[in-house]
């Protein structure tokens, strides 16, 4: 090759090179966190290790969302009230999979249209359900639980907590969705309230704790679930938050969603 085209594609070379090393030292993280029990099908997996090649279709989600407003994710896993205190203090720049209240209002931004909750940009929609033991089961008809033969079980930090006391009901908080299936089978609470598709799905995986369990209805509520991102965040980069929470609109909506789903949810 002559000289002058190996200066040329030298210099070519050199100049792509600035360009990826530029984006890359000015590419924006997006430090989120979530929490570090499992939710399946959303996140997999328990304690603050994340698998890579299956870390749950909400991590996932996340990714492509950040990716495709600019920004480069970096996941770590947390107790979720942990989770929620990072928030508070920016710590981390947001976490997912949260319920909407007035409370976590004050810890961070939802995504808002026109002053109101905006639930097109949601992440995903998930029931908590109850469950209870076959030959011990309570009465629910969505409003009044009776005949229960314990408190209810639920996991410490989640929404459907204050939503039981709410309602009149005791309450033990536990620190796992498989703590709590251990303390139903056991007779140490009276019915279960969990999450949907996680509890489903430990229960496909135990089938001889799943023909003594029964799932109630109706649902004790449905809810849509969220990035919640940080105050300091949505303050210092308002762009940057609006194209993420597009963008998680925008793929729910997709393909891509779509095939993520059917890998999450096959048997």
Known sequence: M?????????????SVYLLLAGTSA??????????????EPYQLGSGSQIDARRPGLAVELMRLAALRA??????????????????????????????FSTERQE???????????????????NAYRLYALRDAQPQWDGRQLSNLSGPVGATRGYSVVAELRALGVTVDEGLSLRADFHKLQLGHIGALAALEPAADAWLDRHPDAARRIVKLSPPVSAKDYHLLLSKGFVQQHP????????????LRSGAEWERLLQRYLEP
């Not at 997006?30 to 499992?38: G, P, S």
């Not at 770590?76 to 203090?89: G, Q, T």
């Not at 762009?239 to 925008?250: G, S």
């Open 2 to 14: 002559p000289a002058c085209c190996l200066l040329r594609h030298a210099c070519l070379s050199l």
């Open 26 to 39: 000015t590419a924006l993280d997006l430090r989120l966190a979530y929490q570090d029990t499992e939710n």
């Open 70 to 99: 600019g920004l480069t994710p970096k996941f770590e896993r947390l107790p979720w009230k942990r989770a929620l205190e990072h928030l508070r203090s920016n710590a981390v720049d947001g976490v997912f999979g949260a319920s």
């Open 107 to 125: 810890l961070g931004v939802y995504p808002m249209k026109d002053g109101q909750l905006d639930t097109q940009r949601r992440a995903y929609r």
């Open 239 to 250: 762009q940057q938050a609006e194209a993420m929470w597009n963008a998680i609109a925008e």
